[in-house]
């Protein structure tokens, strides 16, 4: 029997049942999991699945209550183009209070407003890029793509801290640095080339970005 598993928001499997029964017993899942099965109804508690046990020793292939990967990551084209289409909105949206400030050159007024434009086009975007980014682990370049950033072990969403602070903010840190920031954001770049396609950035973070 081939068991599928919802959790977290995120759908895992199939695991054979021993497999299933292991992952119980280490924590990995949870009684109250949903879970479906060919010729199940419907998803339903884990507990409900027939032949599952709450405690059983872990499975060689349960071990750190790691799970198998399900999803297909990211290829480097998608990333690449998830980064361009982030950039070409960003000027987008600064290019209207751009204008206004650059045509009202000789004119002080016109100036304040189109600067006042611009900043706010940067809040806004900026909020909705952190909201996207926190609550589904896509920018909206990401989203076009049909791309987002998850944890490396589980899958589930990293979160504020990891995509805004270790995935982010560092690595912004770091590429400001004079000289050797420049040189880090090119090997940072070309690490999406490995095989796992992890930037330098997914390594501090501990995520990767899989297709969505």
């Not at 017993?25 to 046990?53: C, E, H, K, M």
């Not at 006042?116 to 793509?145: D, W």
């Amino acid at each position: 029997m081939q068991i599928y598993i919802f959790k977290e928001g995120q759908q895992f499997g199939p695991y054979s049942l021993e497999l299933v029964n292991a992952c119980i017993a280490n924590g990995t899942f949870q009684l109250s999991d949903r879970a479906w099965y060919q010729g199940a109804a419907d998803w339903a508690p884990l507990a409900t699945v027939p032949g599952i046990v709450a405690a059983l020793p872990p499975h060689p292939d349960a071990r750190n209550s790691s799970l198998k990967s399900t999803l297909r990551l990211a290829t480097a084209g998608s990333r690449l183009w998830a980064m361009t289409l982030d950039s070409l909105i960003g000027v987008g949206c600064v290019l209207p209070g751009a204008i206004v400030f650059i045509a009202g050159y000789s004119d002080k007024q016109m100036m304040i407003a189109g600067a006042c434009v611009v900043l706010l086009a940067v809040l806004i975007l900026a909020i909705v890029q952190l909201y996207m980014l926190t609550l589904r682990g896509q920018t909206i370049g990401k989203r076009l793509m049909g791309i987002k950033i998850v944890n490396l072990n589980d899958e589930a969403l990293p979160g504020f801290f990891k995509i805004q602070v270790l995935r982010g903010l560092v690595p912004g840190l770091l590429a400001a640095v004079p000289y050797i920031g420049c040189l880090f954001w090119i090997v940072d770049s070309c690490f999406i080339f490995r095989d796992d396609r992890r930037c330098i950035h997914d390594l501090i973070a501990g995520t990767k970005v899989v297709v969505a």
